[in-house]
């Protein structure tokens, strides 16, 4: 289930005759679903198995079959702009801030994983001889993964950039364009797990 909101707002106000600001605050909030299904696993007699989920069955060079981990990642997105032009003589200046909020909570699930390769049902040393689905019907597993790190995870970070910029005209047909920009992006700090 893939659902996502956003809305946004402007606000253009002329200061003066040379002086225009352009104001803009933004929402978005996206949010992706992939549930595990309910499945009573434990009358499959597989030991070990980390989650209520069919454990991933990976023949090599077939399809897997199994079900996929779980996820439930949201996120949202706060932004406010602000831009001003501006005309001085022969110079066009243009100035603005960017800032951005990011918050991330996302579910992380892993399922039990079992790969299977020829090795296990091959005729002694000629490897060639096997075959991976024999291996996986003898249940001779040639690895096996759970990873039982799992939970929500609580992500915030923020983005802000600045700019200056001065269009200037030289002559009739020569202008110089000079700005800087400095941008920062905050790596994402977890303010809470479970």
Same mark, same amino acid.
């Given at each position: ?30 949010? +992706? ?104 019907? +003898? ?27 001065? +269009? ?27």
């Amino acid at each position: 289930i893939d659902t996502f909101y956003d809305s946004s707002m402007a606000w253009t106000h002329t200061i003066s005759s040379s002086i225009v600001n352009d104001t803009r605050l933004g929402f978005l909030r996206g949010e +992706l679903y992939r549930l595990t299904p309910a499945t009573n696993v434990d009358s499959l007699g597989i030991p070990n198995l980390v989650q209520a989920a069919l454990p991933t069955m990976a023949p090599a060079g077939y399809t897997s079959i199994g079900d996929s981990p779980g996820f439930d990642p949201t996120q949202t997105q706060y932004q406010l702009t602000d831009n001003v032009n501006m005309v001085k003589g022969k110079h066009i200046l243009a100035f603005g801030a960017d800032f951005r909020r990011f918050s991330i909570n996302d579910l992380q699930l892993t399922a039990t994983s079992y790969n299977f390769n020829t090795l296990q049902t091959s005729n002694g040393t000629n490897s060639n001889t096997g075959n991976s689905f024999a291996s996986l019907l +003898l249940g001779l597993s040639s690895q096996y993964s759970a990873d039982t790190n799992t939970g929500r995870f609580y992500q915030r970070s923020n983005y802000f950039a600045a700019y200056v910029q001065d +269009l200037y005209k030289l002559s009739r047909n020569f202008k110089a364009n000079i700005g800087i920009r400095y941008d920062v992006e905050q790596n994402p700090n977890e303010i809470d797990y479970n």
